[in-house]
DNA sequence: GTCTATAAGACGATAGAC
DNA sequence: GTCTATCGTCTTATAGAC
């Protein structure tokens, strides 16, 4: 999960005013959201003229996407290896953890993906993007989850957002995953056995 | 909790307009958020133009102020209240209570309150209001509470926005009401004693 | 209370010189 | 790659007639 990275960093020093656009947006994105930044914004933090940032992308909308795209990614890839578990257990599991895990290594990025509304609408005309909640809901609670749990998940995956946000930076990425953790469990611990059972006689 | 109104409706006739500006104000920041709405968008909504709007409202932040005060006033009820309490076990079922209430009664109302960072801006400049959160916590977990009862509270709270955005339109409120605080008792339940040893020798 | 008309400026985006 | 200069559109907001 650390390892994986995107295409963007393979090549490090080529497009380097491109990748400075892209860190500026993500600061004035974090900070202020993407409806509340103008390219004059990103332009000024990096003492250029708008002329220059449109130089590198054509449109705001590139930006954007060239900020959300590696999460949208990572997210996908963290779904996927969750998708292909057979057990369902091990599917929550792998999916929790992968969720945390990459909140808590980019939380600045995943808070930008969900802070606007404006965001959302950009990844909506992306394919395959907009069914990535259905399946993150499918895959966490299994076919035919009752009320209660859904409501749990939802209060847990916006929760995981709302970390994102700036709202606990005094806490290291380790003590934060396991705490995170750690909520996802009392939150969605399926219904216990009456007492562990599982080997056959 | 229910009766609470707000100055408003106490007049319910006159202010029609102006409470048909709210109205629709309500609906479109619910929508597209408040950066994304215009004066022009609501104008069109109620079929007239910018400057009958305008005539209610000399600005669009005194908009986005009487859409919001109302709930800030409910919210700023609720923590009062639950600050009132003595021991500390009653001021977190109180505050929990309260919120989820508050939450459920007007969720729209409450995902627009925290749905745009301009929201936020908006009500910085507002004297009192900046401390609602660090009160929340404050009240949610008493004197000196661990990371991870932090790290707990604010995914609840975080999570408890999320709730309002629309996630869960499927689910009637007092349902909804119940799954939410059973989740909250889940995150935020103080460590058990060894076994219930209330009554005194 | 609502209208037309308009000011003054920010926005995203483009053309063309250097 | 960055600049100046500009276009057309949208924005908030105001003035004044009806």
Redesign the pocket.
């Known amino acids: 999960m650390a390892t994986m990275t995107t295409q963007l960093d393979a090549v490090p020093h ?4 491109r990748e400075k656009v892209v860190a500026a947006a993500i600061d004035l994105f974090a900070e202020r959201g993407v409806s509340g ?5 990103i ?1 000024d933090r990096l ?6 940032v ?3 992308f ?4 590139d930006i954007v996407l060239a900020v959300v795209r590696p999460v949208i990614a990572e997210l996908d890839a963290v779904i996927e290896s969750a998708e292909r578990e057979r057990s369902q257990a091990v599917r929550t599991e792998t999916l929790l953890a992968g969720l945390v895990d990459l909140m808590v290594s980019s939380r600045r990025l995943y808070a930008i993906l969900e802070g606007d509304l404006a965001v959302g609408e950009i990844l909506a005309s992306d394919p395959g993007v907009s069914t990535l909640g259905e399946r993150i809901v499918e895959v966490l609670l299994g076919p035919d989850p009752d009320p209660g749990q859904i409501v749990a998940a939802h209060i847990f995956l916006a929760g995981l957002k709302g970390i994102g946000q700036g709202i606990t930076e005094g806490i290291a990425d380790d003590d934060l995953r396991t705490h995170v953790l750690d909520c996802a469990h009392k939150l969605l611990r399926r219904r216990r056995r009456p007492l562990t059972r599982t080997t056959l006689p």
Not at 47 to 52: I, L, P
């Open positions: 080529r497009n380097a005013g930044t103008s390219l004059q914004m332009a003492g250029v003229t708008k002329a220059a449109y130089y590198h054509k449109a705001k909308r």
